[in-house]
């Protein structure tokens, strides 16, 4: 069985010396936690330059679905070098993104025809969603959720309300948003239980909300996770997608899913609204739509892309070398990963289930497919979040070859390739056991 291998300490003197140019010369509003420089990957594993070997359960924050440097993406890539680097899909045609347009439009969960627009990263996948919305209902509010991340662009951080540090500094953003709160059951917002609630966290728009403040005629659109990324990984419960639809439609306010995350075959299915009851009018992709190389798209039912010529356009997106490698990617998902991502989810689940029995300080276990949050509490009781804990365990698996990630508050984010193996699940549970355990040496 593949171990990681620590062989120097941690940074070792090269990555050091990296790591003071960085120092130097990089913006400093990025939020490294430990000090991993990636010099070479394969799979789940990176090497760094003095010779360490890691594990990898972030892969890349949720971008390399197929694993680091998958041999097939990298052949794509290769051959695509080769014969067409750029021409600008706005104002040109070219063979991968035409076809790439026409795969993924084949995956809209209907009714009707969809119609992808392209950019290159998940805000502008949100942002062309924000501007198709306004430009298709001629309506000036929207809805998103408190916990919610959509990206970073002047539009996407208006939607996003995850951390105030996103934000500060930044003001006025874009009028017209109000946030409500999102279905998480473990910290239900109206302090309810599940299934007794019944969905009044959604029922509350339309009891309070609309009653209110908003007038629904004047809302052109849900923007929702279907699963909450960067809030905590949340899983809201089977009919809050569905209720929230079902109003969504009745005023005709357009349903719209921001899957950057949670899509891509991550859950288990290739958008993670597939779980749910609802059928979204427009659905913004990116992360591991092409194994790491750059690319959102804005997926839209073509009766709401309406738009004109030159309403909105992007001189990279949808590039030639993405698109190749992301239509590589999705055969590889509907070839294999997608299940393999259903039973590795499971055999995680399970094992993290199995964790929380023995430690007290794991309040919550949740996910679907490899989208799996671990949320740590001081207490089960209080449900006291423990921050500190969770940042602790992580700095703990870095040192022994593991690398984690964090969202939300006091949650663990596990997000592995969807490559990843019925061993390499065994090694992170041994290794996560561990990090555990020595917190509380
Ligand atoms: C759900 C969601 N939407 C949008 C974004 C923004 O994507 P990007 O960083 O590619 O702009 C992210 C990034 O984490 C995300 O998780």
Redesign the pocket.
């Given at each position: 069985m593949q171990y990681p291998q620590i062989k120097t300490t941690l940074p070792g003197p090269r990555v050091q010396e990296l790591i003071d140019v960085d120092r130097q010369f990089v913006s400093p509003s990025y939020t490294r936690i430990y000090p991993l420089v990636a010099e070479s990957a394969q799979g789940l594993w990176i090497h760094d330059p003095d010779g360490n070997i890691f594990l990898d359960f972030t892969s890349g924050?949720?971008v390399c679905g197929t694993g680091h440097c998958h041999p097939e993406v990298v052949a794509a890539i290769k051959k695509q070098a080769d014969r067409l680097l750029h021409m600008s899909g706005t104002d040109f045609y070219y063979t991968p993104q035409i076809l790439l347009a026409q795969k993924l439009a084949s995956l809209g969960p209907g009714p009707g025809a969809y119609k992808v627009y392209f950019g290159n990263?998940?805000?502008?996948?949100?942002e062309a969603a924000f501007k198709l919305a306004r430009w298709h209902t001629r309506r000036e509010l929207n809805l998103a959720f408190f916990g919610a991340?959509?990206?970073?662009t002047m539009g996407?951080l208006s939607l996003t309300a995850s951390k105030a540090i996103q934000k500060k500094h930044y003001n006025p953003l874009v009028p017209g948003i109000t946030h409500i709160p999102y279905g998480y059951c473990y910290r239900c917002p109206y302090h309810l239980c599940y299934p007794d609630c019944e969905i009044a966290c959604v029922h509350w728009l339309e009891e309070t909300l609309f009653r209110t403040t908003v007038p629904p005629e004047e809302v052109a659109a849900i923007f929702v996770?279907p699963i909450q990324?960067?809030g905590g990984y949340i899983v809201p419960p089977p009919e809050f997608h569905r209720e929230l639809y079902k109003t969504a439609q009745k005023y005709g306010i357009l349903y719209v899913v921001?899957e950057?995350?949670?899509g891509m075959g991550r859950t288990g299915k290739m958008f993670a609204i597939e779980h749910f009851e609802a059928r979204p009018e427009i659905i913004?992709l990116?992360?591991g739509i092409a194994s790491g190389l750059p690319l959102?798209a804005m997926v839209a039912r073509a009766d709401i892309m309406d738009w004109e010529a030159g309403s909105h356009a992007s001189t990279f997106g949808g590039n030639p070398i993405s698109c190749q490698a992301a239509l590589t990617t999705i055969h590889l998902l509907e070839k294999e990963l997608m299940a393999n991502a259903t039973v590795r989810g499971e055999q995680l689940m399970s094992g993290l289930r199995e964790l929380q029995q023995s430690f007290e300080c794991i309040g919550d276990v949740r996910g679907l497919g490899l989208m799996i949050g671990v949320e740590l509490v001081k207490d089960r009781e209080t449900k006291e979040r423990a921050g500190d804990w969770r940042d602790q365990v992580i700095q703990q698996a870095f040192r022994k070859g593991l690398l984690l990630l964090g969202c939300g508050q006091n949650t663990l984010r596990i997000c592995p390739a969807l490559t990843v193996t019925s061993q390499e699940v065994d090694v992170f549970l041994s290794i996560f056991e561990e990090s555990l355990r020595e917190l509380f040496k």
């Open positions: 924050i949720a990263s998940g805000a502008e996948a949100v991340f959509h990206g970073r996407a996770e990324g960067e921001d950057v995350q949670s913004a990116a992360k959102g």
